[in-house]
Structure formats: structure tokens, C-alpha cells
């Protein structure tokens, strides 16, 4: 079991890594950054990530190129080799093209979905182990607020099971975000959703991974997905304070708590069961976001 201090040190390495992925990174300050020896640095940065620290700066600087690509079309090839450390352009579309199975080229003109790197924080991702007790404010405020869904698709990876985020992992896998994040032109943000009965196939799991799309979208969906279509609807968004990193588990469940005992009846709703409820990823600088369908009462 790794300390809290372990977990904020590999933590730090996470965040500086991602803040710096357009200038050189070396062990010494990757070593000043955790605290630690070089060598204990790249040793801890392994266990609590599963991924050589170094092969993790090059997955992170090829996913940010892919996210250049797709959103900027006349940038150079070279240029974003360069921009992203590669000493060389042959190198970058080899690196490219064995990441991704598919040329920068040829990515950049026609950006189908492919595996973003996508790592979790060791903090969200180790925390469940910690023994360590959390101490949690008292009150927490919680934003609410209801927003229009236009009738749209969704792309959706099926588990089995699965009714809640972990089972979902342990049933799927947890890469799926990384493709889901790659699909261009997306509506929203990717999400976790529990589907109404009528969208559950038989075998299938109630809580799936997707990213909502326009009606009109005909590009690539990745293979084993599905595409399903959603009605327009009312979403009512719950979203809670901004917190720290160690304690997203206890504020999803501040949410979680709040929507079981909230009547949306006090403000002339109901619940919807006929669509989707969402949640997105836990970012711990503006709060968990859960939503559920509501109707005008």
C-alpha cells in the first residue's frame, strides 16, 4: 500500500508532465518535481502507473499531437514534430503510426477514431486503497440546474453487467475513454451513462461509455461500438464544489447522496425514465457533474 505522500509525488510528475509536454523533460527534474532519487523516481512512477515514465512522456506528446492534427489542418507535419520533441519527422510518423495505426498524414486529413492515451491521475485511481481517513466537509453546496438535450445519437461501448463505473472497467476495460475522446466532432464531452430499458440490449449492461453526436454524423464509429438514438429531452445537472484530487470517491457519493433524496417536483419537474442519466469524468477544479432526464409536471 503506497502512501499518500508517494501517491501526491507521482501526482506532481502527472501534472508537470502535462504542463510541459512542448518542452524537454529530464529525470533530474522530474526527481526535484517528486522529491525523490532519480532512480526511485522512475521506479515509483512504474508501480503506481504501470507505465515506464518515459514511454508515458511519449504516449502523452503523441495524443496531444493527434488533438493538434485534428483540430488544425494546415499546420505541418514537421512542425508538430518539432513542436513535440521529435528530433526528427521520419521518427514522429513512425512513432504516429505504430500509436495509432494510421500515417499523421493521413490522420490529419481524414482524423477517424483511434486509442488516445488517456492516463488516470494515481490519485483518483489509487484512492478507493487508501486506509488513511478523509475528513469531509460538513455541508456541501450543490449547483442545479435543467438544460436542453436536442434529439441526437450516441456512441456507446456495451459492457455486460455492469451497472456502475468499476464493474464497467472490470468488464470492459478502462481505455475506452481514450478512443471516445478521439472521435471529432463530438457534441459533448464523452460520459458514463445509464441507459432506459428500451436501449438495453439483452446481455448487455445498463451502464455504458459514449459521446453524444449530431443526428447527421456518418463518420467512422470504431469497431465493437454501437450508435444509438436519443430523443430530445430535459437533463437536470447536479454539480459540486471544486475539491481535491484525494477525495473525488466521497464527492461523488456527496452528489449521488443529493439526487436520492431530491424532489424535482419542488420545482415543477419529474423524473424522465424513458432517457439517459450521465455523469463526466471527475475533475476535481469544477466539481462531480451528474445529470438526470426530467419533464415539465
Request: proline share 6%.
Amino acid at each position: 500500500m503506497k502512501s499518500i505522500e508517494q501517491l501526491n509525488a507521482v501526482q506532481k510528475i502527472q501534472d508537470y508532465i502535462n504542463n510541459h509536454l512542448n518542452e524537454e523533460i529530464t529525470l533530474k527534474t522530474l526527481s526535484r518535481v517528486s522529491g525523490y532519487s532519480p532512480s526511485h523516481t522512475e521506479r515509483l512512477f512504474k508501480e503506481l502507473t504501470d507505465q515506464n515514465l518515459f514511454d508515458y512522456i511519449r504516449l502523452m506528446r503523441l495524443t496531444d499531437a493527434a488533438k493538434t492534427m485534428r483540430h488544425k489542418k494546415k499546420i505541418k507535419i514537421i512542425d508538430i514534430s518539432l513542436n513535440y520533441l521529435f528530433d526528427y519527422h521520419e521518427g514522429f510518423t513512425r512513432a504516429f503510426s505504430k500509436t495509432f495505426g494510421v500515417s499523421p498524414k493521413k490522420y490529419q486529413k481524414n482524423p477517424i477514431p483511434v486509442q488516445y492515451f488517456i492516463p488516470y491521475s494515481v490519485l483518483s485511481r489509487h484512492v478507493l486503497k487508501l486506509k488513511e481517513e478523509v475528513k469531509i466537509m460538513k455541508s456541501k453546496t450543490v449547483f442545479v440546474q435543467v438544460v436542453e438535450r436536442p434529439k441526437r445519437k450516441a456512441i456507446i461501448k456495451r459492457g455486460i453487467k455492469a451497472k456502475s463505473y468499476f464493474p464497467y472497467c472490470e468488464e470492459v476495460g478502462c481505455d475506452v475513454w481514450g478512443i471516445l475522446a478521439s472521435i471529432p466532432d463530438a457534441l459533448y464531452e464523452p460520459a458514463g451513462f445509464w441507459l432506459p430499458k428500451h436501449l438495453v440490449k439483452p446481455n448487455t449492461s445498463e451502464y455504458v461509455q459514449g459521446v453524444e453526436i449530431n443526428l447527421d454524423y456518418h463518420q467512422q464509429i470504431p469497431d465493437d461500438f454501437d450508435v444509438v438514438e436519443l430523443d430530445a429531452c430535459q437533463m437536470m445537472i447536479f454539480q459540486g464544489e471544486p475539491y481535491d484530487d484525494v477525495n473525488f470517491m466521497q464527492e461523488i457519493g456527496v452528489i449521488q447522496d443529493h439526487i436520492a433524496v431530491f424532489d424535482p417536483k419542488l420545482y415543477g419537474y419529474e423524473w424522465d425514465d424513458k432517457h439517459p442519466s450521465f455523469q463526466l469524468e471527475p475533475q476535481s477544479h469544477r466539481g462531480y457533474i451528474e445529470a438526470k432526464p426530467v419533464k415539465k409536471i
